[in-house]
């Protein structure tokens, strides 16, 4: 069982930025592929960015390409996403998911929530017009 507890979020005005942090309990942090989740409300968990279990591939949605940036530090089993230049339709609560089921040594990032075997409580990000 691995326990992930993201945090960093709160209210920014648009064009703020945020960097949201997600810790995990697991041994080995590296048997991972991470990634970041965000559900507005009445709409559906969406994909935002992922990470491979290196670090060596990552992934974005087309909504925050080029504004965020997604990276991992398997020393202090921690995954981040770094947002700027945000705006209001980047609202939601945001979740760090893990994967436990892809290889060490692939390049592809999972982008569905259903391949992801652990989630986090989530985080409020609020972006102010």
């Known amino acids: 069982q691995v326990q992930l507890v993201e945090s960093g979020g709160g209210l920014v005005q648009a064009g703020g930025s945020l960097r949201l942090s997600c810790a995990a309990s697991?041994?080995?942090?590296?048997?991972?592929?991470m990634g970041w989740f965000r559900q507005a409300p009445g709409k559906e968990r969406e994909f935002v960015a992922g990470i491979t279990r290196r670090g060596t591939n990552t992934h974005y949605a087309d909504s925050v390409k080029g504004r965020v940036t997604i990276s991992r530090d398997n020393a202090k089993n921690t995954v981040y996403l770094q947002m700027n230049s945000l705006k209001p339709e980047d609202t939601a609560v945001y979740y760090c998911a893990a994967d436990l089921h892809t290889s060490y040594y692939t390049n592809e990032v999972p982008l569905r929530p259903g391949q992801y075997d652990y989630w986090g409580q989530g985080t409020q990000v609020t972006v102010s017009s």
């Open positions: 697991a041994r080995t942090f590296s048997n991972y592929a």
